[in-house]
Each structure stands twice: as C-alpha cells, then as structure tokens.
Nanobody, 126 residues
Framework: QVQLVESGGGLVQAGGSLRLSCAAS????????MGWFRQAPGKDREFVAA????????VSADSVKGRFIISRDNAKNTVYLHMNSLKPEDTAVFSC???????????????????WGQGPQVTVSS
C-alpha cells in the first residue's frame, strides 16, 4: 500500500508561485500514475493535473494550462506540482493521488485513483 505525504502549501499573493511536493512510500513509485486534485470550500473536488508512470505523458485541466506543471522524480519517489501565476480562485486544499492501473494515459477522474494524500492548503490572496 502506498502512503502519500504532501508539502509545500501556504499563503501567496496573486501572481506568485508555489511548488507542491508529494512523497510516496510503501510501494514501487514508478508503477503508479500520479495526479493532483484540489477542493475549494463549498465545491466538489476537481482534477488539476496528472502524469504517467514515467512522467512522459501529462494532462492538465483547462483552468491551469499554461500556469501549472506536473513533474515527477522516480528516483526520489516524488511528484511535484509547479504552480505559477496563481489566482485567488486557485485557493483550495490540494491532494496528490496514485493510480495503480497499468494504463498509458493518466486519468483525470478521481475514481481511478486508489491512494490519496491529506493535502496542503494553498491560499492565494488578491
């Protein structure tokens, strides 16, 4: 079973940047596609970005394209979310997730992910 621990959240001004990290343990990290999701107060959880097991294939939500980049370092068992040009509407609790299915295309549905981290709070002030 994989355990996921995120770090890197906090308070940032609009236009600023943050990098979230998600460290995995308890499994073979390169066997999992990884994704980032977020949930704002009063809203449903939404997909942010995902990458394949190698990191060679990435997908992202339209709302973050051109601003957020997902990457992974399999040697460090860590996936990252680089967030630039942050907006107040990006304020949410962010969670990383691991998908153990052997597929080539990373999923954007949270239903496909089997393991979840607790998630750091990201607050963007205007």
């Amino acid at each position: 079973q994989v355990q996921l621990v995120e770090s890197g959240g906090g308070l940032v001004q609009a236009g600023g940047s943050l990098r979230l990290s998600c460290a995995a343990s308890g499994g073979t990290f390169s066997n999992y596609a990884m994704g980032w999701f977020r949930q704002a107060p009063g809203k449903d959880r939404e997909f942010v970005a995902a990458c394949s097991r190698s990191g060679g294939i990435t997908v992202s939500a339209d709302s973050v394209k051109g601003r957020f980049i997902i990457s992974r370092d399999n040697a460090k068992n860590t996936v990252y979310l680089h967030m630039n040009s942050l907006k107040p509407e990006d304020t949410a609790v962010f969670s990383c997730a691991a998908d153990s299915r052997w597929v080539s295309q990373p999923a954007s549905s949270g239903l496909e992910y089997h393991y979840w981290g607790q998630g750091p709070q990201v607050t963007v002030s205007s």
